[in-house]
């Protein structure tokens, strides 16, 4: 992904297949932003409560044993 970091805005996203073969490519070829505006942006990304981060591993669960353990 890559992104403008003054605005947020998304420029190009490549899909790669695990050949590292581009799958899928949005990119934007041309953005003019309204300059008279007084758009402020926040400095903090605010997911939506479902948001998951794709990005790290899954915790792993407890085996059934170790959680028979606990309860003893």
Same mark, same amino acid.
């Given at each position: 992904m890559w992104?403008d970091a003054e605005?947020?805005?998304?420029?190009?996203?490549?899909?790669t297949?695990?050949?590292?073969?581009?799958?899928?490519?949005?990119?934007? @070829? @041309?953005?003019?932003?309204?300059?008279?505006?007084?758009?402020?942006?926040?400095?903090?990304?605010?997911?939506?409560?479902?948001?998951?981060d794709?990005?790290?591993?899954?915790?792993r669960k407890?085996?059934?044993?170790?959680?028979?353990?606990?309860?003893?």
């Amino acid at each position: 992904m890559w992104i403008d970091a003054e605005t947020g805005v998304l420029l190009k996203l490549e899909e790669t297949n695990d050949k590292n073969e581009v799958t899928n490519l949005i990119e934007v @070829s @041309s953005i003019e932003f309204n300059k008279k505006g007084n758009l402020s942006l926040s400095n903090k990304f605010n997911p939506p409560a479902d948001y998951k981060d794709l990005t790290k591993k899954p915790e792993r669960k407890q085996s059934m044993k170790s959680e028979k353990e606990d309860q003893n």
